[in-house]
């Protein structure tokens, strides 16, 4: 009998996480987006390994020369190395990125996990809020807020991005928040819930050790998603010219000073859109494989 | 279905109310002086800045102001810009090439996402399914103003087989924005039908029709789409309350004179009124579109109802 168990259950029995985890050890799909990925993160913790030049030069005698064997993608408008800007260019995509889905999934799956839990008037109340923040359309909303946050003129680079993280954190949270609030509702009503309260457990308690490991999967496959939609929004505001700009080096700045230029010098325009759209493909890949991985009904 | 129309209409109203007033603070209780660069190189006359707090009610506290422009809104007065021009006016000359490049969006969107999305739904882990999940998974990651831009110098500048931008918005004009504007949306739509398919594909109902046999064009055709379009459907009708409002980079790429680039212009330039104005309309098309959305479900699929 012992023995057949023993056969039946080979090691100890993996979690929903380590799961997930084999899974997605057999993926390709998951090993190309995360070797693409961590190239992308070298490149803006460690701008100066791949380019030695400096991406703030600017000389006006070497404008618009197309790509060669010195400068591999040319120069731009300006006289800018266009490889050297694009390698410098990953870091404020990356933090921009990073930042806003954090604030994000933290500020979204807290209120959601709440409504869910307390339910009634709390629940009523946060999902209005939320309707609200839903109806303004996303660009327009964004370029509302950054206008008026940008009224104040002249910004340090700290500052620029930290009005786009903040535009994309109000205006994205509800989607967060309503994937955890769900989730919570459903968690609720499951036995094991049930159980810690009978035991007297305090709401804290119930919310932090019992629900929260529960209910963090779906949270976690939006995260990977809107990571790299939350790139390619930066860089569509940065290319309206209100969301990051000078001083900061970024893809969309990029784009938004060659679009001009873009009969005579396409090539300033391709190369900063080329290194956007494989990092927004990575991440995309990556949510796509977690998903699956986590999604027991895609297997 | 009467009652539950009236309940959503009832809770639209404070979604209407608090997005338009989120949007009015932001927009009039931006600190400076939203009169300044008005009057060309001089600074603005004190009576025309009088003048003008008057005629927008600034020297009011933040909701009286909201108040008097709700009021002046229930009237059908969307009010006038700083320069003069009635917004309604403006509105009215804009939309409707907005929503014509969004149907063409839509049905572009719909044509193409729903055909690969059925095709690869119907075969099964083949060389079309993955052609098609590949293409989507690009199609997604590129930014729509980098699509734009390829197009537009491909086509437009280097082939030359199209007019860089529309000149006039007529359908046909309108056919090459409107792919820019729907090339996200389609590969969401492929990926929702190829989805709704695979899954129906082994539903009962399919098996009994097949059993009966009936010709596989109409298995496909009757049976199947019909049960599997109703999440397809859904998502276009959110997209075309998306495309309405959300059409600001395509329409200033391609230069086409609607609503996106007539707000984009509003908010640099700082014209409060007629920014909060294109956004009433924007958020009142929305919501209804929500609505509108939400009674197609029950009439596509008999199993709900709302009561």
């Not at chain 1, 006006?60 to 591999?72: E, G, T, V």
């Not at chain 2, 839509?106 to 099964?124: D, F, M, Q, W």
């Not at chain 2, 590949?134 to 537009?152: A, E, N």
Request: aromatic fraction near 10%.
């Amino acid at each position: 009998m012992t023995d057949q168990i023993a056969v039946l259950a080979p090691d100890k029995p993996r979690g929903l996480f380590g799961d997930a985890w084999h899974a997605l050890r057999s993926r390709p799909l998951f090993w190309v987006s995360t070797s693409l990925i961590l190239l992308v993160v070298l490149m803006a913790v460690f701008p100066s390994l791949f380019t030695a030049a400096d991406p703030g030069l600017a000389q006006l005698s070497r404008s618009r020369q197309p790509p060669s064997s010195d400068a591999w993608f040319g120069f731009d408008n300006q006289g800018y190395d266009i490889y050297a800007r694009v390698i410098h260019g990953a870091r404020a995509s990356i933090v921009v990125g990073v930042l806003a889905t954090a604030g994000v999934v933290v500020l979204g799956s807290t209120i959601g996990i709440l409504a869910g839990f307390y339910g009634r008037w709390l629940d009523a109340v946060v999902s209005r809020i939320a309707d609200i923040f839903v109806g303004v359309p996303f660009v327009l909303g964004a370029i509302v807020i950054l206008t008026t946050l940008n009224a104040s003129g002249g910004a340090g680079p700290v500052r620029i991005v930290a009005q786009v993280v903040l535009s994309l954190v109000v205006l994205s949270w509800p989607v967060s928040m309503r994937i955890m609030r769900s989730t919570a509702i459903a968690a609720k009503q499951q036995d094991y819930v049930k159980a810690a309260r009978a035991l007297g457990a305090s709401p804290r308690r119930i919310i932090f050790k019992h629900m929260l490991p529960n209910c963090v999967a779906p949270v976690l496959v939006y995260s990977t998603i809107a990571l790299g939609a939350f790139i390619g929004v930066e860089a569509t505001l940065s290319y309206l010219g209100i969301g990051l700009r000078q001083p900061v080096v970024s893809w969309g700045v990029m784009i938004n000073s060659a679009k001009d230029y873009l009969r005579v010098a396409p090539h300033a325009l391709l190369f900063p859109a080329g290194f956007l759209t494989a990092t927004v493909l990575a991440f995309v890949m990556l949510g796509d494989a977690v998903r699956e991985a986590l999604d027991p009904k895609l297997r | 279905m009467g009652f539950y129309v009236l309940r959503r209409l009832l809770q639209m109203v404070p979604v209407f109310l608090g997005t338009t007033f989120l949007i009015y603070a932001l927009v009039w209780a931006v600190p400076g002086d939203p009169f300044e660069g008005k009057c060309g190189e001089r600074d603005c006359p004190a009576a025309y800045v009088s003048a003008m707090r008057d005629k927008f009610n600034l020297d009011d506290p933040l909701l009286v102001q909201y108040g008097k422009y709700l009021g002046n809104l229930a009237r059908g007065d969307f009010g006038e810009t700083s320069a003069g021009l009635a917004v309604g006016e403006r509105i009215a000359t804009a939309f409707p090439v907005t929503l014509r490049l969004a149907l063409v969006a839509l049905l572009i969107e719909a044509v193409i996402g729903i055909t690969a999305g059925v095709v690869s739904g119907l075969r099964n882990r083949g060389f079309l399914d993955s052609l098609v999940l590949v293409s989507t998974l690009f199609l997604i990651s590129i930014p729509v103003f980098v699509t734009g831009y390829v197009v537009q110098l491909v086509f437009g500048l280097q082939l030359g087989l199209i007019s860089p931008t529309v000149t006039s918005p007529t359908w046909g004009n309108l056919i090459v924005p409107g792919f820019v504007l729907a090339s996200l949306s389609m590969a969401y739509v492929a990926r929702l039908s190829r989805a709704s398919i695979a899954e129906n594909r082994r539903a009962d109902y399919v098996r009994t029709a097949l059993a009966k046999g009936l010709p596989q064009k109409r298995v496909v055709g009757v049976h199947m789409l019909r049960n599997s379009l109703i999440p397809v459907i859904t998502f276009l009708g959110t997209d075309l309350g998306a495309f309405l409002g959300g059409a600001i980079v395509t329409e200033g790429i391609f230069n086409v004179p609607g609503v996106g680039g007539l707000v984009y212009r509003s908010i640099l330039t700082k014209d409060g009124a007629m920014v909060t104005g294109v956004v009433t309309v924007l958020v009142l098309v929305y919501l209804l579109m929500t609505l509108l959305v939400d009674m197609l479900y029950a009439v596509l699929d008999p199993r709900i109802r709302y009561d």
